[in-house]
């Protein structure tokens, strides 16, 4: 098989689709060395010989990112050259002469909390989500919460939906000679702390995190509340709200971090926290349980699914449901060592490789099914 896998989405890594992606195409050179590939958009360093780049970045793809989304044009063939199947790795299918395609769709957020959505990416995702759907041979998504999600919305027949689980990276783990007091020089934290990481949004609920935990003095007094992460849509209401309860010297800011140094917060964290309102996976709860680290995370979505009984949920929509669960999680000791076995636990049952293996059966798929399908036609 010639395969051409869209992957843009790499030229933003941090971000959870360019991880996914990356991760993906990282394990598929090592497992598979017979099939070609044609890589378009972001560079993967150290892929095998097998694997082709066209270099996608930048202003050119830019231009052509517009072209796609303002006339449909040109066809990915332009980039690639003539293929058997194509991936498109982010929602769109873009313009192609291929009959056979692979379509990843993420989650459904947009549609579930369109308030949640920028404008443009609401009106681009309404656009071209739907049409993508129809074009694709099979779609691939990342639990099953969103497979019931596409099949409800869009009427998919069960069978065109392929769940694949992203996974923890592997430094995602307990780090037993941590330097505690030398970290925390590091980020400037003096005291024990509960952790949320994740992109500053409205649909992450942290405003209902800040507000647990201002509502729990004895909490405050003994832990600081550090959140870490970029700043992304309408995230300026975040630190009007720790402003307007004086909880600038309780409440630490670290802003992007790289992998490198989430596993060391997660490791130094007594808690992590993700109240988040609607998640098609949700990796920071599962990096975090991979670190031994306890979780409180809602009940929405595909978090249960992610998380099952390794974590202590709460609904995102209960500000006390969260003072609760903090203040217990918090003062006993026995429930989070309980917790932070089971997370490990947990977090073990993803694996990339695994993701891989389960992407490459659904090519061969494709592949094979398109074939007969066709033959059937002939005959």
Request: with cysteine; glycine share 4%; charged share 30%.
């Amino acid at each position: 098989m010639k395969i051409a896998i869209d992957t843009r989405p790499v030229a933003k890594r941090k971000a959870g689709i360019g991880q996914y992606v990356f991760n993906i195409v990282k394990k598929l050179s090592e497992i598979d060395k017979e099939n070609e590939y044609i890589l378009f958009g972001g560079p993967i360093k150290s892929l095998g010989k097998n694997f082709r780049q066209k270099r996608l970045i930048g202003k050119i793809q830019r231009i052509f990112n517009t072209l796609w989304k303002r006339i449909y044009f040109p066809p990915i063939e332009w980039l690639v050259g003539k293929v058997d199947l194509v991936h498109f790795t982010n929602f769109v299918v873009l313009p192609t002469f291929a009959k056979r395609i692979i379509l990843n769709i993420y989650d459904l957020s947009y549609l579930a909390h369109p308030e949640f959505a920028e404008k443009k990416n609401l009106t681009l995702l309404k656009k071209f989500v739907p049409v993508s759907i129809e074009k694709a041979t099979k779609i691939i998504t990342i639990s099953k919460f969103s497979k019931s999600q596409i099949i409800k919305h869009f009427k998919v027949p069960e069978d065109k939906i392929f769940v694949i689980y992203p996974a923890a990276n592997e430094e995602f783990k307990p780090l037993s000679n941590l330097d505690r007091e030398k970290v925390k020089r590091k980020y400037k934290l003096e005291k024990d702390f509960i952790l949320y990481l994740g992109t500053l949004e409205p649909r992450k609920n942290v405003e209902t995190l800040i507000k647990a935990y201002n509502e729990l003095p004895l909490i405050k007094e003994e832990f600081d509340l550090v959140i870490a992460g970029e700043r992304g849509w309408l995230y300026s209401n975040i630190f009007k709200l720790v402003k307007k309860l004086y909880l600038e010297d309780k409440i630490k800011f670290l802003g992007y971090v790289s992998d490198q140094e989430r596993v060391l917060l997660y490791n130094l964290a007594t808690v992590f926290v993700f109240p988040s309102f609607y998640e098609g996976f949700g990796m920071p709860p599962l990096e975090a349980m991979a670190c031994g680290t306890p979780v409180i995370c809602s009940n929405t979505s595909s978090l249960p699914e992610v998380c099952e009984d390794a974590a202590l949920y709460i609904d995102p929509y209960n500000l006390d449901d969260l003072k609760e669960a903090l203040s217990k999680l918090l003062t006993d000791e026995s429930l989070r060592k309980k917790l932070a076995g089971l997370g490990f636990e947990q977090a073990r049952k993803f694996s990339w490789l695994d993701s891989a293996k389960k992407t490459l059966e659904v090519y061969r798929i494709v592949y094979s099914g398109y074939e007969k399908e066709e033959w059937r036609s002939k005959k």
